[in-house]
């Protein structure tokens, strides 16, 4: 079952969404060459601790840290750790959530360390965030969950690479449903699987996190004996951009956008929900 918002949640799940705001923009700041990926971990316990907020990636299925630190090759849930150094020229995702009274928020980044950044992987991060605000544009009533889907391969797909071949879409991993519950349904493929069918109408009151996930190469991942790690299984850099939206009477709200995606939304023609917090 699809969990439906009213306006007053929504507004709760706004205050959640401005917390990870507020650790994206911490950790972003920190995320420097010397700096170890813990390090990143501790600036976000501080921000949620100032906001009063808990965390919501900390303990969940027995994650061992506040947020996930997934740097180069790795894909998604990398854990924090005093070994993992930045160097100049890595790229990491950062991705983490923050609960206020039981409402959840989620978002991730990709960051560039350093300088030195070659321009494919610009362009890779570029392609992957850009694939995401497709995707949040495509939050419509009367549209499908396949329509969220279809915007964000669409956008990605109609990408030249540069060097030629194509972005590899992560097949493993998606989006999903937020509220109440960090993961909830439905599952957001980044890609269409006419096996699964259209999904569930949007209608106000449905709130996703669309996340893309894309490799300089294969689709495919694995997990590290860790159990959480996620890398390419070619070794592939990747990126990862997330933001957790609401559809409103008034059409998307992005609740973990300082602006609530006022301007992104704007240059693609659609306007963006009153800030239940303005």
């Given at each position: 079952?699809?969990?439906?918002?009213?306006?007053?949640?929504?507004?709760?799940?706004?205050?959640?969404?401005?917390?990870?705001?507020?650790?994206?923009?911490?950790?972003?700041?920190?995320?420097?060459?010397?700096?170890?990926?813990?390090?990143?971990?501790?600036?976000?316990?501080?921000?949620?601790?100032?906001?009063?907020?808990?965390?919501?990636?900390?303990?969940?299925?027995?994650?061992?840290?506040?947020?996930?630190?997934?740097?180069?090759?790795?894909?998604?849930?990398?854990?924090?750790?005093?070994?993992?150094?930045?160097?100049?020229?890595?790229?990491?995702?950062?991705?983490?959530?923050?609960?206020?009274?039981?409402?959840?928020?989620?978002?991730?980044?990709?960051?560039?360390?350093?300088s030195?950044?070659?321009?494919?992987?610009?362009?890779?991060?570029?392609?992957?965030?850009?694939?995401?605000?497709?995707?949040?544009?495509?939050?419509?009533?009367?549209?499908?969950l396949?329509?969220?889907?279809?915007?964000?391969?669409?956008y990605?797909?109609?990408q030249?690479?540069?060097?030629?071949?194509?972005?590899?879409?992560?097949?493993?991993?998606?989006?999903?449903?937020?509220?109440?519950?960090?993961?909830?349904?439905?599952?957001?493929?980044?890609?269409?699987?006419?096996?699964?069918?259209?999904?569930?109408?949007?209608?106000?009151?449905?709130?996703l996190?669309?996340?893309?996930?894309?490799?300089?190469?294969?689709?495919?991942?694995?997990?590290?004996?860790?159990?959480w790690?996620?890398?390419?299984?070619?070794?592939?850099?990747?990126?990862?951009?997330?933001?957790?939206?609401?559809?409103?009477?008034?059409?998307?709200?992005?609740?973990?956008?300082?602006?609530?995606?006022?301007?992104?939304?704007?240059?693609?023609?659609?306007?963006a929900?009153?800030?239940?917090?303005?």
């Amino acid at each position: 079952m699809v969990q439906i918002k009213n306006p007053e949640q929504i507004a709760k799940m706004r205050e959640a969404g401005l917390v990870v705001a507020a650790i994206h923009a911490a950790t972003r700041e920190a995320a420097v060459p010397g700096a170890t990926t813990r390090d990143l971990d501790q600036v976000a316990r501080k921000v949620l601790a100032e906001h009063d907020a808990k965390p919501n990636f900390l303990g969940y299925g027995g994650f061992p840290a506040t947020i996930c630190t997934s740097v180069n090759e790795v894909v998604v849930h990398g854990i924090p750790s005093d070994d993992v150094v930045l160097k100049d020229g890595d790229v990491i995702s950062i991705d983490c959530g923050a609960i206020i009274d039981g409402w959840h928020g989620d978002a991730a980044y990709t960051a560039f360390v350093g300088s030195g950044h070659s321009p494919e992987l610009v362009e890779l991060s570029r392609v992957t965030e850009e694939s995401m605000w497709a995707g949040i544009a495509a939050m419509k009533q009367g549209n499908r969950l396949v329509d969220v889907s279809r915007a964000i391969e669409s956008y990605i797909r109609r990408q030249p690479k540069p060097g030629g071949g194509k972005y590899g879409i992560i097949e493993d991993y998606g989006g999903h449903g937020i509220g109440t519950e960090m993961h909830m349904d439905p599952h957001l493929l980044n890609y269409v699987d006419r096996r699964r069918g259209k999904g569930p109408k949007l209608v106000p009151g449905f709130c996703l996190a669309i996340e893309p996930m894309v490799s300089l190469g294969t689709p495919r991942t694995e997990v590290l004996s860790d159990e959480w790690t996620v890398i390419t299984t070619d070794g592939t850099w990747s990126s990862h951009w997330e933001h957790s939206v609401a559809l409103t009477e008034q059409g998307p709200l992005v609740l973990t956008a300082l602006d609530g995606g006022r301007a992104k939304l704007a240059e693609l023609g659609i306007t963006a929900a009153p800030d239940p917090l303005a």
